[in-house]
Every structure is written in C-alpha cells, then in structure tokens.
C-alpha cells in the first residue's frame, strides 16, 4: 500500500507505512471506546505535518486506499471517471 488517504470532516490527511486493515481496526476501536481514542495522520503537501484526528460519532470519515505503482498494474478499468463536483 502506497499510502491511505483520509477525508475527516471534510479535509484531506493521509497515513503512509501501514495496511489498510490496521488503519481500519484502529479506527473501530476508536469509535468503540469509552475513552477519546486519536488517529495518527499526516496533514498538507510537500512536508506533511502530523496530526491527530479525534475519533467520535458523528464526524464523517472516509478511508481510502491509495495502491502503489505495481500493486494494481494487472487490473485497467474502462469505466469512465466520475463528472467533478460543482
């Protein structure tokens, strides 16, 4: 896995040097405990920032794997990509 991009709250982070399950089951973990549990990101382009991400209900969260250059090579889609948002 290149790297995991993550939308919270409507901005963009991404998380680098782990798999996607792990990245998953931390943040099921987060939201399932009682006690405030922090995801662990990367912020901004260049030279990312750290930054730590509350997991709570009721902040939107999308997890998106981002494979690296040979990971997929074998698969090629014909479908055309999605119209930009207006």
């Known amino acids: 896995m290149k790297r995991i991009n993550i939308i919270y709250g409507g901005e963009t982070y991404s998380i680098g040097d782990r798999e ?3 990245v998953l089951a931390d943040i099921a973990s987060g939201l399932a405990s009682t006690e405030p549990q922090w995801l ?3 912020y901004g382009e260049g030279v990312p920032r750290k930054a730590l991400l509350l997991l709570t209900a009721g902040v939107d969260i999308a997890v998106i794997p981002v494979p690296g250059f040979d990971e997929d090579a074998d698969q090629v ?7 930009r948002a207006r």
Do not use: G, M
Request: aromatic residues 0%.
């Open 20 to 22: 996607l399950d792990d």
């Open 40 to 42: 662990s990101v990367n």
């Open 77 to 83: 889609s014909d479908e055309p990509p999605p119209p």
